[in-house]
């Protein structure tokens, strides 16, 4: 786990208990893993400004952020700390945020796994031609109505996205489509 420079600097602060003290750091850890698991608590990193709300903002982003890269990377407590301590962080608070971590893992990796990065995938697709004769507003209206039902699979969970387009809409959608399969060809044969 590589650590970038600013957070490096930022974590080092906590070995000084000047700049946070012991309560605050261990709200400020306690804070972080209930927004990284997404569990409701009427906690918040406002509570805990004292004369230096730059430094508690900069310190929490920055702990979130290891504990996120920690998770993201699967490592265990022991391999935290000597990443933490490769970059000359070390000290009971170090240990504090390793047993933290490592007790909360498989919650802030649940909460990762149901963020995701990827967009649904389209695995169906149904039409249907309906007739519209009349509706409530006009007597006769005499257009072609398709219902296009979309089946996605997103995150491994199945979605159906349903709607309703005139002729012309279909057929700005096919053009629309047909233009980013050029599009993807092209990017494939660069």
């Not at 990284?36 to 906690?43: A, F, V």
Request: aromatic share 6%.
């Amino acid at each position: 786990m590589e650590l970038s420079e600013s957070t490096v600097k930022s974590l080092s602060s906590l070995q000084n208990p000047k700049i946070i003290n012991d309560v605050i750091f261990g709200n400020l850890i306690d804070i972080a893993v209930l927004q990284l698991c997404e569990k409701s608590e009427e906690k918040y990193i406002a509570q805990l400004y004292g004369s230096k709300p730059d430094v508690v903002k900069e310190i929490f982003g920055n702990l979130s952020s290891v504990l996120i890269d920690a998770a993201r990377l699967d490592l265990d407590g022991e391999t935290l700390s000597v990443a933490l301590s490769n970059a000359n962080i070390t000290g009971p608070r170090v240990k504090k945020l390793c047993d933290t971590y490592l007790s909360n893992k498989e919650g802030i990796q649940a909460s990762l796994s149901r963020i995701g990065n990827s967009l649904p995938h389209i695995v169906d697709v149904n039409w249907k031609l309906d007739y519209c004769v009349k509706s409530n507003i006009e007597d006769y209206i005499g257009s072609q109505l398709y219902t296009i039902q979309f089946s996605t699979i997103n995150q491994g969970q199945p979605e159906v996205m349903k709607f309703a387009c005139t002729t012309q809409q279909l057929q700005e959608l096919v053009y629309k489509l047909k233009d980013a399969v050029r599009h993807v060809e092209k990017v494939a044969n660069v």
